[in-house]
């Protein structure tokens, strides 16, 4: 099983009830073998400061392993350490027609009404099937938004196989199967998209208690609730989501019915949604802050040790069956 994240401004708490907290769930399962990438090559689509990017790379590989994400569990690794990465994503862009690229609709929303669109985003699903292919990963958590980039890479897939054979005629690449997330959408603090850095609609997973109360308490509602007597409609707050990801069954049904009563103010009920995140949050908190970097680096450098044996392996079998490169070495 395989899985990215990109190191974009700080691990917030969409990320978290998405993502990373299902994926500690998996390494501590340890039903599969799991491998998580953090995806500096994609960050570089868009405008960005190269330190900003360097400071953001350690912070969220700190971040994850205070998640869960343990090196000595999993295989942990920042991208661009595994050069194979990108040299995949260019043979890929061989079998890879442009119209299938031009059909993706997270580039349509990230460069719609942009001064400057690089090719690096238009060919971005590209780069995400090497990502994926590169390990012949089996397994791909995916949100709804990604379920079009992992089709693609197993379209890939199955074209560089009809096109090119391995030793005995035996297929390179292998098709990855999505594994959709079961924690309902988190919308951003705003309601009206997906919690997203760039929009600026979110709460730092690790922000103290105060700043996170003081987001939290101002965001968007049921817009129908006027007044405090006027009943709410759990259904369509992402508050009432929030609480279904990370409050306990009880509280759920209490929120709800206490919602639809009136019977709770919508303060009341983000508070008592704090008090759960807090909850979650301080013992990842106590574990970040025991962390040292230099460990943090020596274990991505670890992972990324690990990866390009995989990584090796794998392009031996693609450039040989490519006809690239001198085969007599």
Not at 11 to 39: D, K, P, S
Not at 213 to 225: G, S, V
């Amino acid at each position: 099983m395989l899985s990215g994240i990109q190191p974009t401004g700080e691990l917030h708490i969409g990320n978290y009830l998405g993502a990373v907290r299902t994926w500690r769930q998996q390494i501590e399962e340890g039903t599969e073998e799991t491998m998580f990438c953090i995806v500096d090559a994609h960050a570089i689509t868009v405008p960005y400061e190269p330190k900003e990017l360097r400071r953001n790379i350690d912070a969220f590989a700190i971040d994850l392993i205070a998640c869960g994400l343990d090196p000595e569990k999993t295989t942990l690794f920042v991208q661009s350490d595994v050069r194979e990465h990108t040299e995949l994503a260019w043979y890929l862009a061989s079998v890879t027609p442009m119209g299938d690229l031009h059909r993706m609709t997270q580039f349509k929303d990230k460069g719609e009404g942009k001064d400057f669109v690089s090719t690096g985003l238009f060919t971005y699903p590209v780069l995400m099937s090497a990502d994926i292919l590169l390990y012949k990963a089996q397994i791909v958590p995916v949100g709804e938004d990604q379920v079009q980039h992992l089709e693609l890479a197993r379209e890939t897939a199955r074209r560089f196989n009809h096109r090119f054979h391995g030793e005995g005629g035996v297929d390179i690449m292998v098709e990855p199967r999505p594994r959709l997330s079961s924690t309902p959408r988190i919308m951003g603090l705003d309601g009206t998209s997906k919690m997203s850095k760039s929009k600026g609609n979110t709460i730092g997973l690790f922000e103290e208690p105060k700043p996170f109360w003081d987001k939290l308490k101002k965001a968007y509602t049921d817009p129908l609730r006027l007044k405090l007597s006027d009943p709410g409609r759990p259904e369509v707050c992402n508050i009432y989501t929030m609480h279904k990801a990370i409050s306990a069954d009880e509280t759920i049904l209490e929120v709800a019915h206490k919602c639809t009563t009136a019977a709770w103010g919508c303060v009341a009920c983000k508070q008592v949604l704090f008090d759960n995140f807090q909850k979650e949050l301080i013992p990842l908190r106590t574990k970040r802050a025991q962390l040292d970097i230099e460990k943090v680096r020596q274990a991505l450098g670890d992972g990324a040790s690990k990866a390009r044996r995989i990584a090796a392996s794998t392009m031996t079998e693609v450039r040989t069956a490519m006809g690239l490169g001198s085969l007599a070495t």
